[in-house]
């Protein structure tokens, strides 16, 4: 079972009506063309997320929702056009642990590794690990340098903190989160089979693993309160 183009119509189609009854209606064509195909996808990726670190997790029930959550938003359209996973420790995504993730809409989809949302103390972990050039730092630099579709989301100090550190080093010091994002609109990956489209993805995570081994370092220093 694959995703087809007729997932990303109906993705767009509902969002655009954005109404519970039209939903309603039509709740089977959502579940036949997006939630199994892509639960399908889900767990064909146990066994790349397996060798990343077999304690994230890769559950197919617990892809996102359709249902928009309006609380805390101007915009209070109802559903929304896109669908992702995140492989996960635990269920945190606020200051939670660093994650991989999946996400396809009808612009073509996004993966990556990092943070929903990083905390401080991880943010200071992750400083200091650059500022004694550590060897998962390095390895991280080279694979950013190496991968130009590399997309970092940051969110950077707009003043300099650190005037006396390296300027190569600068981007990932001032920084206020971390995570790396490729984008395609390779529709032709996204609709092929679903092992197909797993074993391209889990080798561009595993292509990716520095970035969670250095995040994963900073966090084996932090101290978290639930803990």
């Known amino acids: 079972m694959n995703l087809t183009p007729q997932a990303l119509d109906f993705l767009f ?15 089977e064509l959502h579940k036949q063309l997006v939630v199994e195909p892509f639960r399908e996808f889900v767990s064909n990726m146990q066994p790349y997320i397996d060798k990343i670190d077999p304690n994230l997790s890769c ?12 609380r805390f938003t101007k915009d209070k359209s109802i559903f929304r056009d896109h669908v992702w996973y995140g492989f996960m420790h635990g269920k945190e995504l606020y200051e939670g642990y660093p994650c991989y993730y999946f996400e396809f809409s009808p612009e073509g989809f996004t993966y990556g590794c ?4 990083a905390g401080t103390k991880t943010m200071e972990a992750i400083r200091e690990l650059v500022l004694k050039h550590d060897k998962s730092y390095l390895s ?11 997309i970092f989301y940051s969110n950077p100090y707009k003043k300099n903190h650190f005037p006396d550190a ?13 995570a790396v994002s490729v984008n ?12 197909v489209l797993a074993e391209a993805i889990g080798n561009k995570f595993l292509e990716m693993k520095p970035i969670y081994d250095f995040l994963m370092k900073a966090e084996s220093t932090v101290q978290r309160e639930n803990q």
């Open 114 to 117: 990092g943070y929903y949302k």
């Open 184 to 195: 395609s609109r390779d529709f032709d990956l996204l609709f092929s089979d679903s092992k």
């Open 140 to 150: 991280l630099k080279k694979l950013m340098k190496k991968h130009k579709e590399y």
């Open 166 to 178: 390296p300027e190569e080093d600068l981007p990932f010091l001032n920084i206020r989160d971390f």
């Open 59 to 70: 559950n197919p029930k617990h892809i996102s929702r359709i249902y928009r959550d309006t």
């Open 13 to 27: 189609e509902n969002r655009i009506k954005d109404s519970k009854p039209w939903y309603r209606e039509h709740k």
